[in-house]
Nanobody, 123 residues
């Protein structure tokens, strides 16, 4: 089970940190990822991190702006979002997959999805 939280309203240029709480005995062995879906647009990949935290993957357009991390002892994955822009407005979802490699290789067909948390960036 996955639950994302931490969204809200922020001004352009501001920062937010999203969290995703996981549960289950195998959660700490799963690759974790963040996706987002803006109004009227398709869901898109944001970032992913392997179970060990040793490897991260980012959408090219979000490198340097977003940082994914995880704390397995807390069963939590984070997405630090900096220099936010109005176009970052979206519902952000966390997801998990047992395949601990770049999710682009399996077309982002993740095993588990959580409910999203809404992020609104005002100009």
């Amino acid at each position: 089970q996955l639950q994302a939280f931490g969204g809200g309203l922020v001004q352009a240029g501001g920062s937010l940190r999203l969290s995703c709480a996981t549960s289950g005995r195998t959660a700490s062995t799963y690759l974790m990822a963040w996706f987002r879906q803006a109004p009227g647009k398709q869901r898109e990949f944001v970032a992913a991190i392997t179970w060990s935290g040793g490897t991260s993957y980012y959408a090219d357009s979000m490198k340097g702006q977003f940082t994914i991390s995880r704390e397995n002892r807390k069963n939590t994955v984070y997405l630090q979002m900096n220099s936010l822009k109005p176009e970052d407005t979206a519902v952000y979802y966390c997801a998990a997959d047992a395949r601990n490699y770049n999710p682009a290789n399996y077309y982002y067909n993740m095993d588990y999805w959580g409910k999203g948390t809404e992020v609104t960036v005002s100009s």
